[in-house]
């Protein structure tokens, strides 16, 4: 057995312990690359101000004598590059807090929490999750497009800003329901009508409309053998999909899924190829088994129609 200490993990070479754990691992059903969950909220945290717009924007809506302001707008002019998230978990922050009375430290944890609100512009709160664009799937790639449109439109406005706009609300009431219409879907349909999601997120904050846009590509641990068939969340019976897939196979078996969409079955196939290379990098410790045991578990989960080639394994 490799010996590891943990401290490795944060420095190169990266060392994981679980599949779930890896940046970029291919989508075991569509291909696409994932990404994990703690990617998505590092997306999230890009699209705040820094610190010093963040406080000029605060300044406008909070009591600007307090003592826990005055805190707070000295650390920020202290590293004005930092966001305000970035600037209270530094030490000389926590030392300032702790000096403060029950009341101030209140009042402080106030201002932070509204501070780490406040987003960039739609324009450019876009521009630092473009990469994804291309990525997630068709009906949230029209949801991006349509908001690109609109943050051209309305500069000086955050997406959580537009979409409270009533003519936006309206506007995109008529195009849901025009394509419920023209394509004959069922009024609560999702999955066809892009156009919802301006509704459902009219009261999300910033951060969340950005989670909801690329979250589709969260790495998600798929049971191999079902969940309701007594099958276990250990890795040996599990391989990595995207949310948006993990969420349209279900209870679906593979043969019918293979069915429906053939390229399962390669893309299933470029996943543990990626899973091995880290094997034999010594990148994934004690998956040493993984290969052979996940062979064996989708031959006979699929009925025989995966059959996963692992011979680029180490011996
Ligand atoms: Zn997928």
Do not use: W
């Not at 707070?72 to 202290?78: A, C, G, P, Q, R």
């Not at 279900?250 to 196939?269: A, G, H, L, S």
């Amino acid at each position: 057995m490799k010996m590891v200490s943990f401290s490795s993990s944060q420095t190169n070479p990266k060392v994981y312990h679980s599949l779930q754990e890896i940046d970029g691992l291919s989508c075991a059903r569509c291909g696409r690359k994932t990404i994990t969950h703690k990617k998505i909220q590092e997306e999230r945290h890009k699209i705040e101000l820094d610190a010093k717009q963040a406080i000029d924007k605060l300044s406008q809506k909070e009591n600007i004598d307090s003592v826990a302001f005055h805190l707070l707008k000295k650390l920020s002019e202290d590293s004005p590059q930092k966001t305000v998230r970035e600037i209270v978990a530094q030490e000389n922050a926590q030392a300032a807090l702790s000096q403060l009375c029950e009341e101030d430290k209140k009042e402080f944890r106030h201002l932070v929490k509204n501070a780490t609100k406040m987003a960039l512009p739609a324009h450019l709160a876009l521009k630092k999750i473009e990469e994804y664009k291309t990525l997630i799937n068709p009906n949230k790639q029209i949801v991006f497009e349509e908001l690109e449109v609109l943050a051209q439109k309305n500069k000086d406005k955050t997406l959580s800003e537009i979409l409270k706009m009533p003519e936006v609300q309206e506007e995109y009431k008529a195009k849901a329901k025009h394509c419920i219409t023209t394509n004959n879907l069922s009024p609560r349909c999702r999955r066809n009508n892009p156009f919802r999601f301006f509704a459902q997120n009219k009261n999300e904050d910033d951060k969340t409309i950005v989670e909801k846009l690329i979250s589709g590509l969260e790495n998600t641990f798929e049971h191999v053998k079902r969940n309701s068939n007594n099958g276990q969340r250990v890795q040996s019976n599990g391989i990595t999909l995207c949310f948006d897939c993990n969420n349209y196979i279900k209870e679906r078996k593979y043969p019918d899924v293979i069915d429906e969409f053939p390229q399962m079955r390669e893309n299933t196939q470029k996943q543990i190829d990626e899973v091995i290379e880290y094997i034999n990098d010594g990148e994934l410790i004690n998956h040493e088994n993984y290969p052979t045991e996940i062979k064996q578990r989708l031959y006979d989960e699929s009925e025989h129609i995966i059959n996963i080639d692992i011979s680029k394994m180490k011996k």
